[in-house]
């Protein structure tokens, strides 16, 4: 990304340059991110129009969520951008698979409610991967491995467990306790509730 003195920025200044608007940066995040995000979007069904719009979106949701309360980035910035933009378009499918429309008539939704559901479906999902690393590291592989939709067979057989009952237990015990790690937290009442 951008370079001062030989030094990479940190997230805090990309979402700093956000705010203030720096348009040096902000090209520089286009240029850097745009392209992996273009190129998800056309893959899964979108084109180079929406492509732009999720992309615009996902740099005022983070500048807005910045700009009222200022959060820190784990990890690089292009990832965790990367992952707004997808959420933003997972959802975005999500909603055009559920609406109905009629030969001229679609209901348009308010802008600012769309942007604060975005907003708040992204702190859900990082409260999720924090507290997914709270767990054991065999519950996190075994989890990662159930998301992605794996059959308790092939779970069976990658942990060389006894049988697709023990894979089931283990399952059921490792969402459990990440349930509980979860609901503990005290954002989580403050998250739900919204």
């Known amino acids: 990304m951008v370079e001062r003195k030989n030094e990479v920025l940190k997230s805090s200044e990309y979402l700093e340059a956000l705010v203030a ?6 090209r520089e995040i286009y240029d850097r991110i745009f392209p992996s995000v273009q190129s998800y979007i056309i893959k899964n069904g979108g084109s180079q129009e929406i492509a732009e719009d999720v992309f ?11 700009r009222n309360e200022p959060f820190t980035i784990n990890g ?28 001229t008539f679609f ?9 604060a559901l975005l907003a708040l ?10 507290k997914l690393e709270q767990i054991s590291e065999n519950c996190r592989q075994v989890l ?3 998301f992605k939709k794996k059959s308790y067979l092939e779970i069976k057989n990658i942990f060389n467990y006894n049988s697709e009952s023990v894979v089931r237990q283990r399952v059921f015990k490792c ?4 349930i509980e790690i979860i609901t503990k937290d005290p954002r989580f009442k403050d998250l739900k509730e919204l």
């Open 144 to 146: 990662s491995l159930y």
């Open 21 to 26: 608007n720096d348009s040096i940066i902000i």
């Open 107 to 115: 209901e348009l939704q308010n802008e600012e409610h769309e942007l």
């Open 76 to 103: 690089s910035f292009k990832a965790y951008f990367f992952t707004v933009c997808r959420n933003i378009w997972r959802r975005e499918l999500k909603n055009s698979k559920t609406k109905v429309t009629k030969d």
């Open 121 to 130: 479906e992204q702190e859900r999902w990082e409260l999720f991967n924090e």
């Open 56 to 66: 615009q979106k996902g740099l005022i949701q983070l500048m807005i969520r910045y």
């Open 175 to 178: 969402k459990n306790k990440l």
